[in-house]
């Protein structure tokens, strides 16, 4: 089976500009994750959904940042306006909510950079 | 509040040494999942293992294995005969148990993780 998918790997752009990163979790998942890493602040959670629902977006930094996931299959984080301090890397992960199967799998993320 | 700690910033063995990588956490939860992660040069993040907060029995997977004491909150990770192929970032994560969201997860909570370089 294919793990999660994540595009694009790499995303140069500038200050101002609209970002826009995609998931596609692992089929079957019910739950899905966006993570933020930076050298500052290391791994931090952004967002998650639980059958397409945001559950809990106490993480994002701002206004500035937004997420959907209109179906199942595919989420997408959104930075509009983008800054230099967005840059970092962007993972997305997915899990199962089936007893013992807790852990998350992670996505091989996107590597921001705002100029 | 959550926090998982691992006081070790950097470690630095020689090939077929073995190392330990310590991880303290803290939580008000009595039923929670503590996890390893590997992160290789390569950037993704790799699953190791997952350990429920009932269950303090050790794991041994090959040459990896897992402390779990909840009496001092840590559940440290050994590497025997350590490889250079084992060198990566390794993150040690915290899941609290949600019954509010029909008794699953909750998000996990990374420490800063720990960089092991294995020298040949």
């Known amino acids: 089976d294919a793990g999660v998918i994540q595009s694009p790997r790499h995303e140069v752009t500038e200050m101002g500009q609209e970002v826009t990163l995609r998931c596609k979790p692992i089929?079957?998942?019910?739950?899905l994750f966006w993570y933020r890493q930076t050298m500052m602040r290391g791994l931090e959670l952004l967002i998650y959904?639980?059958?397409?629902?945001?559950?809990?977006d106490s993480g994002m930094p701002e206004d500035r940042f937004s997420a959907k996931m209109p179906n199942a299959s595919f989420s997408t984080l959104k930075i509009q306006p983008s800054e230099p301090r967005d840059s970092a890397v962007y993972f997305c992960?997915?899990?199962?909510?089936?007893?013992?199967?807790?852990?998350?799998?992670f996505g091989p993320g996107t590597r921001l950079t705002v100029t | 509040a959550q926090k998982v700690t691992q006081a070790q910033t950097e470690i630095s063995v020689v090939e077929k040494e073995d190392v330990t990588l310590d991880c303290v956490y803290e939580t008000r939860d009595t039923t929670y999942y503590l996890f390893w992660y590997k992160q290789p040069p390569s950037g993704e993040l790799v699953f190791l293992i997952r350990r429920n907060s009932f269950d303090e029995q050790n794991e041994i997977s090959g040459r990896y294995s897992w402390n779990f004491q909840k009496s001092t909150s840590s559940f440290n990770f050994t590497i025997t005969a350590s490889q250079v192929v084992d060198s990566a970032v390794y993150f040690c994560?915290?899941?609290?148990?949600?019954?509010?969201?029909?008794?699953?997860?909750?998000?996990?909570?990374f420490g800063k993780g720990t960089k092991l370089s294995v020298k040949p």
């Open positions: 994560a915290l899941s609290e148990f949600s019954p509010h969201y029909g008794g699953s997860q909750g998000n996990l909570i």
């Open positions: 959904f639980n059958n397409n629902v945001p559950i809990d």
């Open positions: 992960a997915s899990s199962s909510r089936d007893p013992g199967s807790y852990e998350q799998y």
């Open positions: 089929s079957g998942h019910d739950y």
